[in-house]
């Protein structure tokens, strides 16, 4: 039953998952719905991809220990805060490292609508969906010197 699953899941890594039944069963699931999950050797993100996108249901990260079930078009639309500090190296100040996440295609058009260089902090502060955030913090995480 998909309760189980995702709460075998979350106990198999330490992650609490909260699941927005209300969202859920405007889509015809619930904890009893029947379902199964085969997965050896995968992330606890791609197993609960291959549980929830056939259900048209989607994950979003809350914090270190927390994640969120609720459908997918909920999390596709939803923006958060979030600031990166730019790598500031000896060839390239923060200004630099912003212009180069945007050439080097780690922002969407949209998603370059939705983001700000600080100058003065040497931040990028971005208001896009957690997968635009994933995306960006791994292209940042990928220019540290």
């Known amino acids: ?3 189980d699953i995702l709460r075998r899941l979350g106990d198999d890594v330490g992650m609490r998952i909260v699941v927005d039944w209300r969202t859920a069963g405007q889509l015809g699931w619930s904890p009893a719905t029947e379902t199964t999950l085969v997965v050896e050797e995968k992330t606890l993100g791609d197993s609960l991809n291959a549980l929830l996108r056939p259900l ?14 609720t459908t997918a078009e909920r999390v596709n639309r939803r923006r958060q805060l979030e600031m ?12 630099e490292a912003a212009k180069q996440l945007h050439r080097a295609g780690a922002l969407s058009d949209a998603a370059q609508k939705n983001t700000h260089f600080d100058p003065a902090s040497g931040y990028l502060l971005t208001w896009l969906t957690q997968a ?7 292209a940042v995480h990928a220019m540290q010197p």
């Open 132 to 138: 635009e955030q994933i995306d960006l913090a791994r």
């Open 56 to 69: 048209k249901l989607g994950f979003r990260i809350i914090n270190s220990r927390t994640m969120q079930i």
């Open 1 to 3: 039953r998909l309760g």
């Open 84 to 95: 990166y500090p730019l790598p500031v190296s000896n060839n390239m100040t923060a200004a």
